[in-house]
């Protein structure tokens, strides 16, 4: 008989429900689920039959937690949505004799700067890029390069320590914000110095089987005030005619990485119409990106991502043709949230979601934070048509009522 059980590795806490928790629960309506996760399980035992405790970042453990519940189940494969332990999930599925990318490849995916050279050898249209150790090297680059330029870590996600400077005067503070993102990178803790891509940001939600990748969806994104690159808002619409032309740049990096299976979240931008990579996710998007996608398309990924790593052919059929847009909730300034609620409700309001109390301190990139410090939650709208949706999110966003007193 075959067997039905698949091994997810996954972070814990109310974070990982807020953003993570559709993952679970498309997969469990098809697979039974055995957790590692580096928390007690709590709001996952109602999509789990069973879980271990371990931290992925430790090898050892992460090893002796699969081998316990493989040892308790027939398991079927191993998967992640989890950016920071896809190369350790693709070492203990190899461990456990299943299917999975090479952890060198997915190791590839995770450093930005390899990517960029595989990017380049394979002719796949990225931006110049360069490692860079010291501030010394960064000017050096940045010399080479020609501003403006986009420094980012080597190994990090979710906008972490990427900032955009405009002249040498900005280097310093720039190369030293960038540098704070790095430091806890697994693959790498390096600075990459890059080309600053002038144009809209979109990315392509992507799976691939057996070498084969089909774009699923694209999603037009808005991001925050520069000099960061915080993405406060992101649309999918099933009928966007801008997934043609990306689709085929986008099969094009993950071939160019070596990744055979799996989901991709692959970011690029249009720079004078044509795009441009950012990089290659090989997971599915942040942001509720795939839950959009299956309000959009009624693609489930999630589910998509588990048959893939099981060994089986993905359905990938469209069955709707709608849009659906997220509204991700900052501050205007870093201090204490003491209000959060919306004033009203919607029938195409689909979620809205808080993950801040009042009380809670909130943190601004420009006062050192990140999405994990600033952000107080989003909300979700649906529509006929990419207008439509985002139109429908902007009212929402006018009845939301957040106060924060001032640091």
């Excluded at 600075?191 to 089909?214: F, K, N």
């Excluded at 690159?229 to 689709?247: G, I, Y």
């Excluded at 099981?310 to 659906?324: E, F, I, K, Q, Y």
Aim: net charge negative; proline share 5%.
């Amino acid at each position: 008989m075959l067997s039905r059980t698949i091994l997810v590795t996954t972070t814990s806490g109310p974070e990982a429900q807020a953003y993570r928790g559709y993952c679970l629960e498309s997969v469990a309506a098809s697979y039974d689920i055995v957790l590692i996760t580096p928390g007690e399980p709590t709001w996952e035992k109602e999509f789990i039959s069973d879980y271990e405790i371990a931290d992925p970042d430790d090898a050892e453990a992460l090893a002796q937690a699969g081998r316990a519940l493989a040892d308790r189940h027939q398991l079927a494969g191993v998967a992640t949505w989890t950016e920071w332990y896809l190369t350790q999930t693709a070492r203990l599925a190899r461990r456990l004799g299943l299917p999975t990318n090479s952890p060198d490849v997915m190791e590839a995916a995770r450093n930005k700067a390899t990517a960029r050279t595989l990017f380049a050898r394979h002719g796949v249209p990225s931006a110049s890029s360069m490692t860079a150790r010291t501030l010394l090297e960064a000017a050096l680059a940045a010399e080479t390069i020609g501003y403006p330029i986009v420094l980012k870590p080597a190994a990090r996600a979710a906008s972490i320590g990427v900032i955009r400077v405009n002249r040498a005067e900005e280097l310093p503070a720039g190369f030293e914000f960038a540098s704070a993102g790095a430091r806890d990178g697994i693959e790498s803790t390096h600075v990459l110095v890059e080309e600053y891509l002038d144009g809209p940001e979109v990315s392509v939600e992507c799976v691939t089987h057996r070498g084969h990748t089909t774009a699923v969806a694209v999603t037009r994104k808005t991001l925050g005030d520069p000099p960061f690159f915080e993405e406060v808002a992101h649309c999918v619409d099933a009928a966007d005619p801008l997934l043609a032309q990306v689709a085929p740049v986008a099969a094009a990096a993950v071939k160019a990485l070596g990744i055979t299976d799996g989901a991709q979240h692959v970011e690029m931008r249009l720079v004078n119409g044509r795009p441009r990579l950012i990089e290659v996710n090989a997971r599915i998007g942040g942001d509720m990106i795939g839950h959009l996608v299956r309000l959009a398309t009624g693609v489930d990924l999630p589910r998509a991502a588990a048959d893939v790593a099981c060994g089986l052919t993905p359905d990938l059929t469209s069955t709707r043709s709608r849009a659906a847009a997220i509204r991700l909730v900052y501050p205007a300034y870093s201090g204490t949230l003491t209000e959060r609620h919306l004033d009203d409700d919607f029938p195409w309001l689909e979620r809205v979601s808080f993950q801040r109390e009042v009380g809670d301190r909130l943190v601004l990139p420009q006062d050192g934070g990140d999405m994990f410090t600033a952000r107080i939650g989003y909300l979700i709208t649906t529509g006929a048509n990419a207008a439509d949706a985002q139109a429908r999110s902007t009212e929402a966003y006018r009845h939301l009522a957040v106060q924060v007193t001032p640091a």
